[in-house]
């Protein structure tokens, strides 16, 4: 936490694989991964992941894979805390007006 963060873990991330210039995809699981799994692992943290009998506490992105979690900064569609929605947002649409241009755009790759 610093005071002019937003407590998001992958806001962190982002600006860690800015400063120290990790752009390789390795790289930035690396970093995916320094935000999300190895805390817990660190912590010594029981019932953590996602195995059967585990707390089942997660996040579901609006990405396909951790780079894209980390390029794009998804809304979170669903927080999940012991096996309960506690928070969900709706996917985002970008409408587009320009003429001869499709209608609305995705910012995925693929």
Not at 10 to 23: D, I, N, P, R
Not at 42 to 58: N, S
Request: proline share 5%; net charge neutral; aromatic share 6%.
């Amino acid at each position: 936490w610093y005071s002019m963060g937003a407590g998001d873990m992958l806001e962190v991330a982002s600006m860690g694989l800015h400063v120290a210039q990790m752009t390789s995809q390795a790289a930035m699981h690396q970093c995916f991964d320094a935000v999300t799994h190895n805390p817990a692992q660190i912590l010594g943290l029981q019932g953590y992941g996602l195995e059967p009998g585990c707390h089942a506490d997660f996040v579901i992105l609006d990405a396909r894979d951790p780079v894209e979690a980390l390029r794009l900064r998804p809304v979170r569609r669903y927080v999940v805390r012991r096996g309960r929605v506690i928070s969900q947002t709706a996917a985002p649409i970008a409408q587009l007006s320009l003429d001869g241009r499709p209608q609305s755009v995705n910012f995925r790759l693929g």
